[in-house]
């Protein structure tokens, strides 16, 4: 028995979308983590001895029936979760698919879409994408940074990762990894930044006397801006452009690692290892949650922005669904207390 908590690569969900079309609600929404299940309480789940099957939302509850009735097997157990997904679904309104339509064999006809190569925002070269295998072709093709830029590398990698489950679907998650450190969303450690930038440095030196001095200036910024050892997401991201502009102007290419594999250390496909370290708002931007606890923001949300919490265990929860402008407000105020 599987479900989307388990499904990590996604090859079962793309099973399901041979089969059946995924409706628009499952599609758009985000799915839940298997930090975030741990959060749940048990009661969230059709299975709370198993803790699988979620439906606590909408989405997850059409997932989790679909799951069941798809991948599982008869049994006293599997009886019992499917009568609890039912009256979820009940409780959604919603008609999951049934057994036979997911024993069926025929693939229901596929969505269309354009992955677009900008160059400072003009469209340069637009690839038309019929199915999964294609989108995993581009996704594969991307990786070449002597071919494209990092701004061209981070655009096309973020349009393939934004693309609908019914493409993303099989894509392994070793490329998804690459994909997401690609489009640069992720954090990382300071070691491995000063790393890549003392890298570059060296083999600047004699050559491109100019680039080194600047690196060397960065390298000194980075460690002013990073005391706890975790570089955030804008300052990395910043750097990688830095980093690539370096290695295609001084030919550096061929001889030192793509930056944002050396700086990435950790991005959302990651999520165990991730979650535990940092939490990433609808802002899109990364806090380590030592730095949270710090600025004291649970106060910081109760009494400026209102949003009050139930427990101490509800912040990453809380923080993770803030809404954006919300979310630049926190961020902001975990700087200005890094600064002070």
């Known amino acids: 028995m599987i479900d989307q908590i388990q499904d990590v690569n996604n090859e079962a969900l793309y099973g399901l979308a041979t089969v059946v079309e995924l409706p628009a609600f499952v599609k758009e929404a985000r799915h839940i983590s298997r930090e975030e299940a741990t959060e749940l309480e048990s009661t969230a789940f059709a299975d709370p001895v198993g803790r699988m099957y979620p439906i606590h939302t909408k989405a997850d509850t059409w997932l989790s029936a679909a799951y069941l009735r798809k991948y599982g097997h008869e049994s006293a157990r599997s009886i019992l979760i499917e009568q609890k997904l039912q009256d979820a679904c009940t409780m959604w309104g919603i008609d999951p698919p049934s057994k036979s339509s997911l024993a069926g064999t025929q693939k229901v006809a596929t969505e269309v879409m354009s992955i677009k190569y900008r160059v400072d925002g003009d469209i340069k070269h637009e690839v038309v994408v019929s199915s999964p295998e294609e989108l995993r072709k581009v996704a594969s093709d991307i990786q070449d940074r002597a071919r494209y830029p990092w701004a061209m590398r981070q655009d096309v990698s973020r349009q393939i990762l934004a693309a609908p489950l019914t493409f993303r679907a099989g894509i392994p998650l070793a490329t998804t990894v690459s994909l997401q450190k690609s489009a640069g969303y992720g954090i990382g450690d300071l070691t491995s930044c000063v790393t890549a930038i003392n890298l570059r440095k060296t083999a600047c030196r004699s050559m491109h ?132």
């Not at 009494?303 to 630049?328: F, I, Q, V, Y």
Request: glycine share 6%.
């Open 209 to 340: 006397p100019e680039f080194a001095d600047t690196l060397e200036k960065t390298a000194g910024l980075v460690q002013k801006a990073s005391p706890h050892g975790l570089v955030g997401f804008e300052l990395l991201n910043k750097i990688a452009g830095l980093l690539d502009s370096v290695d295609r102007l001084a030919s550096l290419h061929d001889r030192t690692p793509a930056p944002e594999h050396q700086l990435f250390s950790l991005v959302l496909a990651e999520t165990d290892v991730f979650d535990k370290m940092a939490v990433r708002l609808q802002s899109g931007d990364y806090l380590h949650r030592q730095d949270i606890l710090n600025a004291d923001v649970p106060t910081f949300l109760k009494e400026c922005l209102g949003e009050k919490l139930a427990s101490k265990d509800d912040l990453w929860t809380t923080l993770r669904d803030l809404p954006p402008r919300k979310g630049k407000l926190v961020a902001q105020h975990v700087r200005d207390h890094q600064v002070a």
